[in-house]
């Protein structure tokens, strides 16, 4: 299981966003998440319906001014500075605020960064979200089908998440967005299959991606050691012929 410890970690050097510096609003000791991704790299959703403490805003923001100031010291070249870390980031009640802050601080101390959010997309309804990641220049959105039932069966939300809202919200960024996809097919210890690349599945995502408009889709096959067991990787032919199908439409993709 892959958690970080710190609110700012790395940097690290990623194939898609370059040198890039990690912030993990969200508690050390477990994933705190709206969904249960079967193929989840931090594990199951253990804080499911548990209340749980999150940093306060006060302590992230100084540790985004401490951190950065000490980088920038250093001599630090960034290409990216990243929400990501130990679950869903825009979970954060002050998601906005901090990330207005870090807006402030980018340009202080890394004026050429670019702020992205890896974000799992289930927290549109809320407005102050839906402007945060607008303000930014790199919102990555997820979404790993195009029907409900495949959703439900691979991001296992926690309560109702409605696919056909999800992409409306994503419709309403104007094409300012990257959409992050994984495919997987395998069995569940329930017995049932799942299969996000079926011809139906594909087309039905396809249509979604239509109506979303992204200007980037990245698409992945599983890369770690999947909290749910008999699923299979993709091989990385069948991951370029499910690119091959955007190219028409979408203007950056990329099969890793
Ligand atoms: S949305 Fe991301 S962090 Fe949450 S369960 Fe899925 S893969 Fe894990």
Known sequence: MMLFEKIVFGPIVSRRLGISLGINLLPKKWKVCSMDCIYCECGWTATKNKDIKLYDKELIINELQSEFAKLHKKGLKLDSITYSGNGEPTLHPDFEEITDNLIALRKQYFPTAQITCLSNSTQLHRESVVRALQKIDNPMMKLDAGTQAMFDKINQPCGVQNIDFIC???HSFGGKLAIQTLFL????HSGETVD????????AWIERLKYI???TVYLYP?????PAKNLQKIPTEQLTQIAQK???FIPKIYAC
Not at 222 to 226: K, S, V
């Open 246 to 248: 955007l190219e028409t």
């Open 196 to 203: 996000n690349t079926t011809e139906a599945e594909i087309a």
């Open 222 to 226: 599983i890369d770690r050691p999947t």
């Open 213 to 215: 408009r992204p200007h």
């Open 168 to 170: 409306e919200k994503l």
């Open 185 to 188: 097919k395998g069995i569940l």
